[in-house]
């Protein structure tokens, strides 16, 4: 079948790419979506089983480091678009094993970055309707200090604004802010960035870079903050909070992210950069209140019964103070608008950890890993 477009996502049996490959699937019948992630133990493909058996949408194991496959499967797939998710994304890990978010942030967009060019350069119409997309973090711009702890009513807020409007300080990451990264994890996410653009101001090559803020949703891996807290509180097992839980993070419900992508590799301008957020400030603290007590609520339990779980423990190295993310550059030139009030994302996301406990299980025994052998091997 002749499709419109054919499109690379990198890292789409992760959290955010698997939103984004469904979206797409879903949206696109006539785009042939292409799902090329390693399923390092980020990747879980039972994040993808409602769309796996459609015609539009491919999954290849590959390594975004391994230029030659890559190089063969831009050619072979005729791929005019690369939507980049792959990455090494969580901060503790960065800290521990910076090598590996050397190799997979940096050098693994690099062969991207390299594969797309030969392949598009090689064309009759070269870079004319092509696109490399790549998905950065807020953390590439350092941290923001908490300059009004108790909080101030927000200049600024969208529908995601959660009901407290609070914002922690009066300056937000810009497009124009600074890069100043700090911990390995943004650091390599930093350079990252640099290449991209590197490569749009050095060979022409039409690219986009967005920097999002903190993203909550259904199948993110619980090493993070939610989903880990979630499944410790329905076992009533300790939550460990770093330091005094003073930090702020700025959250966004998952699909309103995987939206602004599809919106942004439809309509973006070339070359530009677009932050994404919804101004959603909140304390790590207080926002674990809020999932005890929803956890407590939809479980039938005491209300606060679980409050005792929490655990101030070893503060993280070089724990980033607070993000806030000013998206109102998006809103103005494409019109994006987050969907989902924070109150209603996090009952949302609540209820689907605790509805899906066999999705849980299955990534916390490690039997998710088999996923691919069971389904794929042998097609
Ligand atoms: P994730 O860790 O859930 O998923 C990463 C995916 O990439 C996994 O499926 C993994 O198997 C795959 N992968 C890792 N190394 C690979 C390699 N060498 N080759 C091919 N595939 C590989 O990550 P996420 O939270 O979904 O984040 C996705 C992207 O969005 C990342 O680039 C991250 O930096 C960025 N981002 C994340 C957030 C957030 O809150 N999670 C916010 C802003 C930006
Ligand atoms: O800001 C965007 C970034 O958000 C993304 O680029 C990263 O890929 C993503 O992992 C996320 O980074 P954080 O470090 O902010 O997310 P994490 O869920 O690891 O932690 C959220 C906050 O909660 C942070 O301040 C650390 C704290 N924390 C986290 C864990 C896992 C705890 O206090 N205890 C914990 O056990």
Same mark, same amino acid.
């Given at each position: 079948m002749e499709f419109k477009r054919n499109i690379i996502v990198t890292g789409g049996a992760g959290f955010i790419g698997s939103h984004v490959v469904r979206l797409f699937v879903n949206k696109y019948p006539d785009y042939h979506i292409i799902n090329l992630?390693?399923?390092?133990?980020?990747?879980?493909l039972a994040n993808l089983k409602d769309i796996e058996?459609?015609?539009n949408y491919t999954f290849v194991k590959a390594d975004i480091c391994d230029f030659d496959r890559i190089m063969q499967l831009m050619q072979e797939h005729h791929v005019d678009g690369i939507i980049h998710l792959a990455a090494e994304s969580h901060v503790d890990r960065s800290i521990k094993d910076p090598f590996t978010f050397a190799r997979t942030n940096v050098m693994g967009t690099l062969s991207l970055l390299q594969a797309a060019k030969l392949y598009w350069e090689s064309? =009759? #119409?070269?870079?004319?309707g092509k696109r490399f997309y790549h998905i950065s973090t807020d953390e590439v711009y350092g941290a923001l200090e908490l300059t009004n702890p108790e909080g101030i009513e927000s200049p600024f807020t969208t529908k995601?604004?959660?009901?407290?409007?609070?914002?922690?300080?009066t300056d937000f990451f810009t497009e124009e802010t600074k890069y100043n990264p700090h911990s390995p994890y943004s650091a390599s996410k930093a350079s990252s960035d640099h290449f991209v653009r590197a490569f749009h101001d050095t060979y022409g090559m039409p690219t986009i870079v967005t920097n999002c803020s903190n993203n909550y949703g259904?199948?993110?891996? =619980? #090493?993070?903050l939610i989903p880990l807290f979630i499944n410790n509180i329905r076992h009533r097992k300790p939550l460990p909070v770093y330091g005094k839980g003073e930090n702020v993070r700025d959250w966004l419900y998952v699909e309103d992210h995987a939206r602004a992508i599809d919106l942004i590799f439809h309509e973006g301008k070339v070359a530009d950069t677009y932050n994404i957020g919804g101004f959603n400030e909140w304390k790590n603290i207080d926002i674990i209140k809020v999932v005890i007590k929803t956890v407590d609520r939809l479980l039938g339990r005491k209300e606060d019964e679980d409050m005792d779980l929490i655990t101030y423990v070893t503060d993280r190295k070089?724990?980033?103070?607070r993000y806030a993310i000013d998206s109102r550059k998006l809103q103005r030139e494409l019109g994006w608008e987050p969907s989902l009030q924070f109150e209603e994302g996090i009952e949302k996301t609540v209820r689907w950890y605790l509805d899906h406990q066999e999705w849980m299980d299955n990534v916390t025994s490690g039997d998710y890993q088999n996923y691919y052998d069971s389904m794929y091997k042998d097609r």
């Open positions: 992630d390693k399923l390092t133990y980020a990747g879980n058996d459609r015609p064309l =009759p #119409e070269g870079y004319e995601a604004s959660s009901e407290h409007h609070h914002a922690y300080g259904p199948y993110q891996f =619980p #090493e993070k070089g724990h980033d103070m």
